[in-house]
């Protein structure tokens, strides 16, 4: 069992910032890539950012520049740092990690947290 618990969202101003944290707990022998998701109402969930156990990243263009993913493997947190919001980056975010369960004939699978709302608006 592995539980991912996002925090950070809220009501911020167009222009200004926001640091969302996602810690995963359990049973966890590794974690590989972990990433942040984001849903506005009546859209499809899209990636906004991923990143490696070996700190490579990727974003998703219409945050690239203004949104910046790190971790830290030993608290098993995944950040994500965002600058210059706007009223479009509105939306749920979730965050999702690869983990492989411990135990004998653990498994690895992706997990998904409950997520965490942030709105844009003046």
């Known amino acids: 069992q592995v539980q991912l618990v996002e925090s950070g969202g809220g009501l911020v101003q167009p222009g200004g910032s926001l640091r969302l944290s996602c810690a995963a707990s359990?049973?966890?022998?590794?974690?590989?890539?972990m990433g942040w998701y984001r849903q506005a109402p009546g859209k499809q969930r899209e990636l906004v950012a991923t990143?490696?156990?070996?700190?490579?990243?990727n974003y998703a263009d219409s945050v690239k520049g203004r949104f910046t993913i790190s971790r830290d493997n030993a608290k098993n947190t995944v950040y994500l740092q965002m600058n210059s919001l706007k009223p479009e980056d509105t939306a749920v975010y979730y965050c999702?990690?690869?983990?492989?369960?411990?135990?004998?004939?653990?498994?690895?699978?992706?997990?998904w947290g409950k997520g965490t709302l942030v709105t844009v608006s003046s």
């Open positions: 999702n990690a690869d983990i492989h369960v411990a135990g004998l004939g653990g498994s690895r699978r992706d997990y």
């Open positions: 359990g049973r966890i022998f590794s974690i590989y890539a």
């Open positions: 990143i490696t156990s070996g700190g490579s990243t």
